[in-house]
């Protein structure tokens, strides 16, 4: 998998907000967001595909909103109200599937992760 680049991610207090962004290598993939915190199985957050459908845990409806810039071969992740459960490494994954499958099972390119602390 080839390496992707969030930025944003750090720690803020309950309720308060955070903006990630994620480079990608181009606009026509299926990309999203997915988060682990430590002993956990990832879990996949937001994304979105190249029809604009997208898909969300229902841990974050309502509160996260996942948006691409095409121009700039940019996604983005708008994360309002944020809880103390969203405390997670967040990582951005680009692929070739649609937004219902989550991407598809493989994820063809995948970041690093950006670490985000909510604090009560």
């Known amino acids: 998998q080839a390496p992707l680049m969030e930025s944003g991610g750090g720690s803020v207090q309950a309720g308060g907000s955070l903006r990630l962004s994620c480079v990608v290598p181009?606009?026509?993939?299926?990309m999203g967001w997915f988060r682990q915190a430590p002993g956990k199985g990832r879990e996949g957050v937001a994304v979105i595909d190249t029809d604009g459908a997208t898909n969300y845990a229902d841990s974050v409806k309502g509160r996260f909103t996942v948006s691409r810039d095409n121009a700039k071969n940019t996604l983005y992740l708008q994360m309002d109200r944020l809880e103390i459960d969203d405390t997670s490494t967040y990582h951005c994954?680009?692929?070739?599937?649609?937004?219902?499958?989550?991407?598809?099972?493989?994820?063809?390119?995948w970041g690093q992760g950006t670490r985000v602390t909510v604090s009560s």
């Open positions: 181009r606009h026509n993939f299926c």
């Open positions: 994954a680009a692929s070739y599937g649609y937004a219902a499958s989550w991407c598809g099972e493989y994820l063809e390119y």
